[in-house]
């Protein structure tokens, strides 16, 4: 398995995506309301956040962990009101998805190699990253994904 797993690590991240899972994204407008945006994490573990309806440009994530956050009880003094940690369905303070959306995302391109890309996961704590060309989501890479190409599961 050694072996197998430097030519992945040699391997383009645009050679190894599946063409299915690049059309089976979960996508959401940022404009979006709180309760789409639950429907959708509720068979789901993350949305990646367009720009607007129809469009693939990429301004952010939501994931499991923000929707913790916004279902939890809070006691917010006024000072927090309208800061991330302010944002809260209870209090009125999440209305829409870029509202609890992290923006400040950590991509890759298809060229770029998989070991580069399975650092750069490492270094962040992420677990996925989308796959961007000119701004626009391709598709994404996942640590599941990658031990399912290893394993030859995929």
């Known amino acids: 398995m050694e072996l197998k797993l430097k030519e992945l690590h040699e391997k383009k991240v645009g050679d190894i995506l599946d063409e299915k899972l690049r059309w089976n994204l979960p996508l959401l407008e940022k404009d979006a309301d709180i309760e789409c945006l ?3 994490m509720a068979s789901r573990d ?3 956040v367009v720009e607007k309806k129809n469009s693939r440009k990429i301004v952010g994530v939501v994931t ?10 809070t006691i ?3 000072y927090v009101f309208g800061s991330k940690y302010g944002v809260s369905i209870e209090h009125g303070t999440a209305k829409k998805v870029e509202d609890i959306m992290c923006g400040q ?3 890759c391109e298809p060229d770029d190699k998989v070991g580069d890309v399975l650092r750069k996961m490492v270094n962040s704590g992420l677990r996925r990253l989308p796959v961007v060309e000119d701004g626009e ?3 994404e890479i996942t640590a599941r ?3 399912q190409i290893l394993l030859k599961k995929r």
Not at 64 to 73: A, G, H, Q
Request: aromatic share 8%; charged share 20%.
């Open 38 to 40: 639950l429907s959708v």
């Open 46 to 48: 993350h949305v990646w």
């Open 64 to 73: 499991e962990n923000d929707i913790l956050r916004l279902l939890s009880p």
């Open 76 to 78: 917010l003094p006024k």
């Open 105 to 107: 995302l950590i991509k």
């Open 137 to 139: 989501i391709v598709g």
């Open 145 to 147: 994904y990658i031990i």
